[in-house]
């Protein structure tokens, strides 16, 4: 049986954390959003499944929300995390903790509100982003340098996103956030060389970057 997962199709996004597991496992998935009618048919699937908002996943009769969620619940099944409850549970909290990033990484282009453009609140971003620089992302970095898991799971994965995504909104920035982390550095390139996960983001199924998904790319921001 195929998993199913539910979201938003032409954005990397909290998705995008799910697809890497799926594609680096060689999971069954079907990407639903991306098919035909996919959006109505997410929308539709919210509706009845009760859902706040996308990612869900659907395996069976069984339907899953919020990212670290489905995560901790696919892991195990996929061969990226151990069957232990302790460790398992450490997994999940530093998967938690990605989360908690990636709000702050939105709030850097979005402080004020999300039913505002970008540009209704441009001043507040710059304020906000300089702090995000200098205080969060060496923060965050560091935490995930000194506690990099023992063992390859999907956190690893999702580290390597966060990597990623950081890159390119703040590409300035990073550049000298990287010198403090080489631990990291040295993780996000190991993933990038495993085969399925290597095939992956040279096919079209990895969505590229943009403008509308968390991680976005305003020149201005990038002190």
């Given amino acids: 049986m195929r998993y199913e997962l539910y979201y938003w199709p032409s ?13 680096d496992a060689g999971a069954e998935y079907v990407d639903v959003a991306r098919g035909k009618n ?9 509706r009845r499944h009760r859902m706040f908002a996308p ?11 919020q990212t670290a969620n489905i995560l901790f619940y696919l892991a195990p099944r996929l061969g990226l ?9 450490r997994l999940h909290q530093q998967q938690l903790t990605i989360a908690d990033l990636l709000d702050e990484v939105h709030d850097t282009h979005h402080p004020i509100a999300n039913s505002l453009y970008y540009e209704d609140q441009k001043e507040e ?8 620089i200098e205080q969060r992302i060496p923060k965050f970095l560091g935490y995930f340098e000194r506690t990099l898991p023992l063992r390859y799971s999907y ?9 990623e995504g950081l890159r390119y909104a703040f590409p300035k920035a990073m550049k000298k956030a990287e010198q403090k982390t080489p631990r990291l550095l040295l993780l996000r390139d190991r993933i990038a060389k495993r085969p399925r996960l290597a095939a992956y983001l040279a096919s079209p199924r990895r969505l590229p970057f943009n403008q509308q998904g968390m991680f976005r790319h305003y020149p201005e921001l990038d002190g």
């Fill in 11 to 23: 954005i990397q996004g909290r998705g995008e954390f799910i697809r890497l597991a799926l594609e």
């Fill in 38 to 46: 996919g959006a109505e048919r997410m929308l539709a699937a919210m």
């Fill in 55 to 65: 990612p869900f996943l659907k395996d069976g009769r069984l339907v899953i929300a």
């Fill in 81 to 89: 995390a151990p069957k232990g409850e302790a460790e398992r549970l």
């Fill in 125 to 132: 971003a710059k304020r906000r982003t300089a702090l995000f």
């Fill in 155 to 163: 956190v690893d994965l999702s580290l390597f996103q966060v990597v």
